[in-house]
């Protein structure tokens, strides 16, 4: 039996209790025992998400040669190579349940073209669906650097420098129903000034490093441990569920500021399929 790689700070597996990873927002429109197609599956972080908890068949693509190895530990086949050349997708043609495209579509130069080769190949029916995400550019951190005249790539995040198309939850809607698809669900991930910040660092509380850390600085046997342990999100997903609700308000009443990232659910327009 095969090792599974050391794990680095970049390839850490998603929290499942973090309702507002578009990830895992995303699995419950996912039925267990689905044949899913992953692009861009990266080292396999979603594929193994898929197959532990809800026991898929995963069939990645991915065109970094070194995440495409360990993401072979999660994939029963993992295709190397890029989606925007068509001799790729004989490699994966077949019928899914689900083709997945999480921060993928903005890094290609041309995403129409991509997810309509997606329908083409990997579509066997009305029953397929199509699931993703993307950044929503005009989120309320970037209009605020736009504002102050900023506009600088980073190594990640909203203006990775590896992004090549921008979009809005608007033009995300566009550029799927141009594509041929039709959208059954749309919902956006938040982000706040100041609260977001205070997330992050509840989420950290659920990490095993951060409660190791968290002992040394209140000692082994204060009576205080056992209280802040109790606020750890890991060991009540019911009240991160409830936090999320209550915090995502903002966002789903004005998207286009507050929402983080556009999460959606799409099958093929029926015109498309005959």
């Known amino acids: 039996m095969r090792r599974s790689p050391a794990v680095s700070p970049y390839r ?33 972080r979603v594929s193994k998400l898929l197959v532990n908890n809800l026991d ?21 086949k993992v295709v190397v190579g890029d989606i925007e050349n068509e001799e790729i997708w004989a490699s994966v043609c077949g019928d899914y349940d689900y083709v997945l495209f999480f921060d993928v579509l903005e890094h290609l130069k041309d995403p129409w073209k991509a997810l309509r080769a997606t329908r083409q190949h990997c579509f066997g029916g009305l029953d397929t669906k199509l699931i993703g995400a993307i950044p929503n550019t005009l989120v309320w951190h970037t209009r605020v650097e ?35 698809f039709d959208v059954l669900q749309f919902e956006v991930s938040w982000h706040m000034p100041i609260l977001s910040w205070l997330y992050s660092k509840w989420m950290c509380l659920g990490h095993p490093l951060a409660a190791q850390r968290l002992r040394e600085k209140v000692g082994w046997a204060s009576p205080a441990f056992p209280l802040l342990r109790t606020l750890s999100p890991a060991d009540d997903p019911r ?11 903002p966002a789903q009443a004005l998207p286009g500021l507050f929402g983080n990232h556009s999460i959606f659910l799409c099958g093929a327009t029926a015109g498309e399929m005959q």
């Open 239 to 249: 009240l991160v569920k409830l936090v999320n609700r209550v915090l995502g308000l």
């Open 12 to 44: 850490a597996p998603y929290r499942l209790y973090d309702t507002n990873i578009p990830q895992v927002m995303a699995l419950d429109w996912i039925r267990p025992h689905s044949r899913v197609l992953e692009v861009g599956c990266a080292s396999g």
């Open 56 to 76: 898929c068949s995963v069939v990645g693509i991915e065109i970094d040669p070194d995440l495409a190895t360990e993401a072979r530990y999660s994939c029963e």
């Open 146 to 180: 736009f504002l102050l005249g900023n506009f600088e790539y980073r190594s990640g995040g909203t203006l990775d420098r590896g992004h090549l198309r921008f979009f809005t939850p608007p033009s995300t809607r566009d550029m799927l129903q141009l594509a041929g």
